[in-house]
Nanobody, 124 residues
């Protein structure tokens, strides 16, 4: 079992920044691909960014490339999502996810564990 807890969401103006954190507990952190997904009202949950289990590979959705940065601190079992140049269309609930051995990083069905989500609201 892996428990995930997101934090860091909030209300920010357009072009502002936020940093989300995802604290993981339970099984070995490094055995899991770690990803961030977002879900806006009335829409499906979408891929944002992910690490391969080793941390050597990073993947981003095209919509966030150049604006968002995923990082991880293995000593703290924590994954971060630095979000810069935020836009109103980034407004969503952001979820952290862990997938054991997954290689399909953008596929939400390939993740085994999910956090409860944290709300990000970007005002225009």
């Amino acid at each position: 079992q892996v428990q995930l807890a997101e934090s860091g969401g909030g209300l920010v103006q357009a072009r502002g920044s936020l940093r989300l954190s995802c604290a993981a507990s339970g099984r070995t952190f490094r055995a899991y691909a770690m990803g961030w997904f977002s879900q806006a009202p009335g829409k499906e949950r979408e891929f944002v960014a992910a690490f391969s289990p080793s941390g050597s590979r990073i993947y981003y959705a095209d919509s966030v490339k150049g604006r968002f940065t995923i990082s991880r601190d293995n000593a703290k079992n924590t994954v971060y999502l630095q979000m810069n140049s935020l836009k109103p269309e980034d407004t969503a609930v952001y979820y952290c996810a862990a997938g054991y051995g997954t290689t399909s990083y953008s596929a939400r069905g390939k993740y085994d564990y999910w956090g409860q989500g944290t709300q990000v609201t970007v005002s225009s």
